[in-house]
């Protein structure tokens, strides 16, 4: 009896200390962006979101997302594959290569591309010579988005494809089916849910960057901020309800992908019921 009386206040006792610790750290925060973005009221609300520099923003985020997104997807897709699929020599090296970005600062990023890229680079010449602008312009940002949210597509996949084998594989080929068959239709029903989770990964991280943008962009109104950067700059400038309103799209775009998220892991564990 008195070890059940002391499990069950052990029990209680985390719950109640992650329960405190979720609001202090999320609830809480989130909670502050509403109310302070609609502290003046809707109209005020409604004029900073709708400001020409916040679509600007909005849309330059959107499309270093999208971009990134795609660029991750098929890189991770194809790194996963060659890593589990094939033996050579390095993969190790190139597992941790990968992973490079989790452990680099993002600010060092950026100043890792500002030096590849900018005046001081022997590419510089070149670059110009062919009307190619990458620092503090949307390729540089491009550029940092990717290289920022590399492994999240690569990590998701990893796991699973070690899991599933290539027996099946092997099997279709044996039988005559083609490499995109076998992918299709044997391959990808195993790894399309954490194929979806990495990319949803990989969006909210791409959204919500900011170090590596940061020293790219120049904070260039209109031009090279994103919404992290606008955000900065209203808040700057003491503009802090325009800044929590700008900032309350961010934390809705992140809420979508929150529910996006769950949606899949539900359906996920679903489908792995019923197999």
């Not at 925060?29 to 009221?41: I, Q, S």
């Not at 890229?117 to 022997?122: A, D, H, N, V």
């Not at 090279?224 to 799209?249: D, G, M």
């Amino acid at each position: 009896m008195e070890n059940r009386s002391e499990s069950r206040i052990v029990k209680y006792l985390l719950i109640g200390i992650s329960v405190l610790f979720l609001f202090v750290m999320l609830v809480l925060p989130l909670f502050v962006v509403v109310t302070e973005a609609l502290k003046k009221g809707w109209e005020v609300y409604i004029e900073a979101v709708t400001d020409s520099y916040t679509i600007a923003a909005l849309m330059l985020t959107l499309k270093a997302t999208v971009i990134a997104v795609l660029c991750n997807t098929i890189l991770g897709l194809c790194a996963a594959w060659a890593v589990t699929r094939f033996q050579f020599k390095g993969k190790k090296l190139l597992t941790t290569l990968i992973d490079v970005p989790v452990t680099v600062s993002p600010i060092i990023a950026g100043l890792i591309y500002l030096l590849i890229f900018g005046k001081q680079s022997i590419l510089y010449p070149y670059l110009q010579k062919a009307d190619i602008q990458i620092v503090f312009a949307v390729p540089g940002i491009v550029l940092a988005t990717i290289f920022v949210t590399f492994p999240f597509v690569f990590r998701e996949l990893l796991p699973v494809l070690e899991s599933i084998g290539t027996d099946e594989e092997e099997a279709a080929a044996l039988m005559g089916a083609k490499g995109w068959t076998i992918f299709s239709k044997i391959t990808f029903p195993h790894i399309r849910w954490a194929l979806l989770y990495g990319i949803v990964l990989c969006t909210a991280r791409a959204m919500g960057e900011f170090g590596a943008v940061s020293v790219l962009s120049g904070h260039l109104r209109g031009l090279t901020n994103t919404l992290p950067l606008h955000v900065e700059i209203l808040f700057n400038e003491f503009q802090y309800v325009p800044a929590f309103a700008v900032s309350s799209i961010l934390v809705i775009m992140a809420v979508i992908l929150l529910i996006i998220r769950s949606v899949m892991e539900h359906r996920g564990k679903k489908e792995e019921g019923k197999a």
